[in-house]
């Protein structure tokens, strides 16, 4: 019966009573390591935290609801959930993935998932003709993000799931950009959804958190038993803060994304900017594509300087807009890709993709928009 997604964030699916008999309407924080039996052989339905907590429950239900996914578990960083996804495969399978890719998970794969015997290899996933051909016999997943981090290309996703079907692979798609407010994945074909929770989803700079979203009951008891079992659950009072953030996603991703497709036209007319990425331009290249597949186009710019000077300029000179790593929250941030999302990107790999010392990229937050306008052209 409620079906609006502004709803759904801030009730989930309104399935309270497995969780918590009180109908409180902040849901408690349930602090505790471990949970008595009922009686000998008789269970609550929680154990142990590391397992299941009421809390946890409540968010992963909600992030179900929002993404329309058969199960969610909550990670304690959005890396640890992709970690989760990776233990789904084993020695000697393929990965296939976005070449332009969040750094922490480029780290991930060259250095930990190779290490472990997997092969990784990277591709413009915005084109089919690419994917079909770094796709060999032994790839078993491909791994997608749309819009990328941090150049904002856009991938296909339904026709990547066409290209998942004609090979048989996993298909796995990061969402942490648009979040579930905006996109929705799995409706367009994806095994599994991703996402930062740290970012929007918590979207108050305050703690960290990973999801990990199931399409089908089959993946969702294998990420379960993974969550479980290599122990990187996300704690009660990060469930909780997590939870009371998404209550206020659909408002603040609309005042973001509000802001943003301000700041990127005004961003083209300013003196030392030569480039301009967000797809919520009408020229950018994945548009239509987005705009086929999505409600919005997001919070996220980069944008190119003219010169390296300028770029510096720019990060050492904002008052307003904080210098830092992450995205998504309530306060607007500007981050160097090179220097801190990125570096272990090889300099060749960068420089073809464009992360180069010229490129910031913004995350819009929720002050006024001709504050922050202000801010980026005094910096100028």
């Known amino acids: ?34 949970f008595g039996h009922v009686g000998f052989g008789q269970s609550s339905g929680f154990d142990y935290t590391r ?28 890396m640890a959930a992709v970690s989760a996804c990776i233990e789904l495969f084993s020695p000697g399978q393929h990965v296939l993935c976005s070449e332009d890719l969040y750094g922490g998970v480029i780290r991930l794969f060259d250095q930990i998932s190779a290490k472990n015997g997997l092969t990784v ?22 791994y997608i993000e749309t819009p990328s981090n941090p150049m904002m290309n856009v991938a296909d996703l339904r026709q990547c799931r066409q290209i998942a079907d004609k090979h048989g692979l996993i ?9 579930p407010y905006l996109q929705n994945p799995l409706e367009l074909g994806a095994d599994l959804v991703i996402h930062s929770g740290s970012k929007f989803i918590g979207g108050h700079n305050d703690t960290i958190s990973g999801f990990v979203c199931s399409g089908s009951p ?19 009072f990060d469930s909780w803060l997590t939870l009371r953030g998404i209550k206020t996603l659909g408002i603040r991703m609309e005042r973001q994304q509000e802001s943003a497709v301000e700041i990127a036209r005004w961003l083209r007319e300013q003196p030392g900017i030569s480039d ?45 807009i904080t210098f830092a790593e ?9 981050t160097y890709p090179m220097v801190q999302t ?23 937050g929720l002050e006024n928009v001709e504050d922050l306008k202000a801010d980026i052209a005094q910096a100028l």
């Open 1 to 34: 019966m409620f079906e609006h997604r502004d709803t759904r964030c801030i009730h989930g699916n309104l399935e309270r009573s497995e969780f918590e008999a009180t109908r409180a309407v902040s849901f408690p924080i349930y602090q505790t390591a471990t």
């Open 51 to 78: 397992e299941t907590n009421p809390t946890r429950g409540k968010l992963e239900q909600t992030m179900s609801a929002l993404e329309g996914a058969v199960d969610t578990c909550a990670f304690s960083s959005g």
């Open 121 to 142: 290899d990277y591709a413009d996933t915005g084109s089919a003709h690419a994917i079909e051909a770094a796709i060999t016999p032994e790839t078993a997943c491909l």
């Open 171 to 179: 298909l796995i798609v990061d969402n942490t950009f648009l979040s």
């Open 218 to 236: 089959a993946l969702a008891e294998r990420i379960r038993l993974i969550h479980k079992t290599t122990g990187a659950a996300l704690s009660p």
């Open 276 to 320: 301009v990425f967000y797809v919520g331009l009408e020229d950018h290249p994945g548009y239509t594509v987005n705009a086929s597949q999505a409600r919005g186009a997001g919070a996220m710019i980069s944008f190119r300087t003219d010169t390296a000077s300028t770029a510096r300029r720019v990060l050492e000179r904002t008052q307003l």
């Open 326 to 334: 992450s995205l998504g929250g309530t306060e607007s941030l500007i």
């Open 342 to 364: 990125h570096p272990d990107v090889p300099v060749a790999v960068r420089e073809r993709l464009g992360i180069t010392e010229t490129l910031l990229r913004l995350s819009v």
